[in-house]
């Protein structure tokens, strides 16, 4: 009797311990997003945009960003038997290598032969060329967007927009999700003042939008030039809300290389309208600032030439400032476009106008945010200053949006 009862126990005991072993399993797999949620970027999504390109000659406007899985989309549509007939650069170019406001020419890609045409020279973005626009007739947008008024990928894409406009060619806009887009901050850009080479649409400093609804909005709002509207197409990526949190498993350009500088990009970039550095030529560009005359900080740093910033601000002079590489990223989430770093190295070196260079303008959009640090106002009270423009944006993007905000 006490062997079959031991047993009969033993079994109990060991149905139990199975039991319990597929609860907490069950409990981890559902904490893991299976693979079936995963963000999708759309040129993943083949099926879609495929069937578009049979029998048309095909341009993409991408760079080194235009990445599906483990191949570039330009291999990928070449393997696929896709017509493609050339390459158009935005900044940084095809590759992603050259430094801000380089001079990014024309060539051939060595790997494929493919013409690889510029639209970014001596400074500026420029439109693409009567002969270029003969070459297709469809356009593949595929850039890795962050979400800024002066990231300048979208200008691109609007110029080949206006371009396919005016001779009636397709546009197809491969989206991919908003490393900033779960926010929109800062001003709206007064273009009958400020537009330029850094910002060139009526949008706020952080618009919150990936490309694909930014291209709706463009076409939607007339803003092409006499507003005309370009024959468009957005492939949406699969599973993405402007509420993820979306990491880029690549850098979108030299000088963004990780996270923390995507995240601190809408704040300290304005430093690129001051005697500032903002670590341009250091190994964390977009992370530090400092000044060669801000003592008493608890960082220090030498910003020098390297390829991807030639002749940075301060080059080879030690600046004094602060490191906020360590810094919480749900922290710089929370603070948005934050302009209390402006406002301290402002105060810091006594103030004045020759703190500003005329490019700080063109930067925030407005006039009213350097006369409101020079007065001593607080970033909060500067701040509500745009919340109007803020909430009007908001409801002005609504129609365009692909995703759940």
């Not at 060329?129 to 979400?147: H, K, N, P, R, Y």
């Not at 080479?197 to 092409?224: D, F, R, Y």
């Not at 996270?259 to 601190?264: D, E, S, T």
């Not at 490191?323 to 990223?329: G, H």
Request: net charge neutral; proline share 7%; with cysteine.
């Amino acid at each position: 009797m006490n062997g079959k009862h031991n047993n009969t126990e033993m079994y109990r005991l060991h149905s139990f311990l199975y039991i319990c072993l597929l609860a907490v399993t069950s409990l981890i797999v559902r904490a893991q997003p299976p693979e079936s949620l995963r963000i999708v970027p759309a040129d993943e999504r083949t099926e879609l945009y495929l069937p578009l390109l049979q029998g048309k000659r095909v341009a993409l406007l991408a760079n080194h960003t235009a990445q599906v899985g483990e191949r570039h989309l330009l291999d990928l549509l070449l393997a696929e038997g896709v017509d493609v007939t050339g390459v158009f650069s935005p900044e940084h170019g095809f590759r992603g290598t050259v430094e801000a406001g380089g001079t990014v020419r024309s060539s051939i890609d060595e790997k494929t032969g493919v013409p690889i045409l510029s639209l970014y020279g001596g400074g500026r973005s420029k439109g693409p060329s009567a002969e270029d626009m003969q070459t297709f007739d469809v356009l593949i947008v595929d850039l890795q967007d962050v979400g800024l008024r002066f990231y300048t990928y979208y200008i691109s894409m609007y110029y080949m927009m206006d371009a396919c406009a005016a001779r009636n060619k397709e546009v197809v806009v491969l989206d991919r999700p908003n490393p900033n887009g779960f926010y929109v901050d800062g001003p709206i850009l007064d273009v009958t003042r400020y537009k330029s080479g850094v910002g060139l649409l009526p949008i706020p400093v952080v618009h919150g939008m990936t490309l694909g609804e930014l291209a709706q909005m463009i076409n939607g709002e007339g803003w092409l030039t006499d507003g005309r509207q370009c024959r468009l197409k957005v492939i949406p990526c699969d599973h993405y809300t402007h509420r993820a949190l979306y990491r880029l498993p690549l850098a979108p350009s030299p000088n963004l290389p990780n996270m923390q500088a995507v995240y601190l990009y809408p704040s300290l970039c304005l430093f690129e309208g001051t005697v500032v550095s903002l670590g341009r030529g250091t190994n964390k560009p977009f992370q530090v600032y400092g000044h060669p005359l801000m003592k008493g900080c608890p960082y220090s740093f030498t910003p020098q030439s390297v390829p991807a910033a030639k002749n940075p601000p301060q080059l080879d002079k030690l600046c004094h400032g602060f490191d906020l590489s360590a810094m919480p990223q749900d922290s710089i989430r929370t603070r948005g476009l934050d302009l209390t770093y402006v406002i301290d190295a402002y105060r810091r070196l006594g103030g004045g106008d020759s703190f500003f260079t005329s490019f700080f303008e063109r930067l925030i959009g407005v006039d009213y945010v350097r006369e409101m640090i020079k007065q001593g106002y607080a970033s909060d009270k500067i701040r509500a200053c745009w919340q109007e423009d803020v909430k009007r944006f908001k409801e002005q993007r609504k129609p365009y949006l692909l995703y759940t905000e």
